[in-house]
């Protein structure tokens, strides 16, 4: 049981952060704070330990930022074209 490693809080928060980023780009707003924040605590997961936890997360997390800015983009482009 000694060897088990133990995966930290800030892993697992970037890994769900990074699952619920797959929703919360369609809304910005909510996208852009979930995604960075999954984004900041992988980065500071995988200084300390490395796991596929984290792994995932940053992953993840540079998916939905990059969905969430096409999708701010689109809608700023959508919202021009009726002007």
Do not use: D, H
Not at 27 to 50: D, Q, S
Not at 52 to 65: D, P, Q, V
Not at 69 to 82: D, F, K, M, Y
């Amino acid at each position: 049981m000694e060897n088990e490693k133990k995966v930290s809080g800030k892993s697992i928060a970037s890994f769900v952060l990074g699952l619920v980023g797959i929703i919360a780009w369609l809304l910005p707003l909510v996208g852009y704070p979930v995604t960075i924040v999954g984004l900041v605590l992988g980065c500071l997961a995988r200084k300390t330990e490395k796991n596929g936890f984290n792994f995932t997360g940053i992953i993840l997390s540079i998916i939905t930022l990059i969905l969430t800015l096409g999708n701010s983009c689109l809608g700023v482009i959508l919202q021009l074209s009726q002007m």
